[in-house]
């Protein structure tokens, strides 16, 4: 029989042979201090021995990554988590790593991090301008065309980046936003993507071009928010680029001019070849096209009122593409003709209005219709009803 003095020091002998538990570690760290502007550094928070989650993104997050905007732009996170099985306590490990762009030269700092009651020490970087002669490996540029639209008119936004060195991949971003009045909110297009080649201070820089389309509907100030461009370089090296902010400010209509299509149509007809038969139907069909938003062309053609002849209208047909990397839109109209009495015909003419973008005022485009007559139908036959 095993009595008390035997199982107390059983007991002191577990104690003794039992691990002390690992005390939890916070640690930051980066792969450099010192860097040249236009390279990036990864910041590595790790945790050690503690059953708590590093958390940056998602639910209930437990590290801000917003304290390193000061001095940095956050590129891509990544987070990993391990769980020890041969440990009694404190068997967890999880690490983030993030990507950082320093956004200007000189002294800059990683500010301490905080989590489940430890903390890390802060951490100074050297980040080294760019020789003022140097051309950039790579740049950005950006646009809106125009900048002071009318509303409903074509603007074409864009974002370009220019590369003398060998590109792996890049990533324009395929999300343009736009602020007060979201995107979703007015009629918009993303276009291909264009690569072309351009010199820019004697070097030459192969270029891939982003561009997207859009036609704000209301007058004031409208913000226009790029997406970031990603780019790895094929020896390795990742960038991340922000484009300029843009805006644009679009002007209020004149009088008159609210809801129709800004800029010249182009206009086409074929009329009947004469003369046209009293009380037979003749067909007219017309073009109506441009870089117009949907619903700038009317749904059935403006025609006044002619005396002797009557006149049927049918809705547009609309056809949608693209030309030279704008939206294109084309309305075809059919006329039907019936002259009630022979002579002369005085048909109407066909008129289009539109606003004058460079001017800001309404003007007219026509289709005249050529001379045309109508004969009696042949002898015998009555055919007006």
Known sequence: ?????????????LLVAAPPAAAAVLEARVDRRELAQDEHLVLT???????????AEGVDPNVDLTV?????????????????????????????????????????????????????????????PLPADRLPELRLTAGAEPERPWPGQVVRVWVAL???????????????????????????????????????RGARYQVLRQAWVLHPRQAGRLELLLPDVWVETADGKRRRLAPPPLALEVREPPPGAAGLPVGRPELEAR??????????????SFTVAGAYAAGSLPERL???EADG?????????????LRQGLPWIQARYHLTIRPL???????PTVRIPYLDPAEGRVRVAELRPPPLEAVPPPLGRVEVG
């Open 1 to 13: 029989m095993v009595g008390p003095r035997t199982l107390l020091a059983a007991a002191a002998l």
């Open 45 to 55: 928070l790790e945790l050690r021995d503690s059953d708590t989650r590093l958390r």
């Open 68 to 128: 390193l905007t000061r001095d940095f732009d956050v590129g891509r996170v990544r987070s990993s988590f391990r769980y020890r099985l041969e440990r009694a306590r404190g068997r967890a490990a999880s690490r983030l790593e993030v990507e950082l762009f320093p956004k200007r030269a000189g002294d800059l700092r990683i500010p301490a991090f905080e989590v489940a009651g430890l903390r890390t020490a802060p951490i100074a970087v050297r980040v080294h």
């Open 162 to 200: 220019h590369a003398r060195v060998a590109v792996e991949r890049a990533s324009l971003g395929d999300v343009l936003r736009t602020s007060p009045v979201p995107l979703e909110l007015m009629e918009h297009r993303r276009l291909p993507r264009e690569e072309t080649e351009e010199r820019w």
């Open 271 to 284: 009329w009947p070849a004469g003369p046209l038969v009293v009380g037979r139907l003749a067909v007219a």
């Open 302 to 304: 403006p025609l006044e």
């Open 309 to 321: 002849v009557e006149l049927l209208a049918d809705r547009a047909a609309l056809e949608r593409g």
């Open 341 to 347: 009495r022979s002579g002369p015909l005085a048909l």
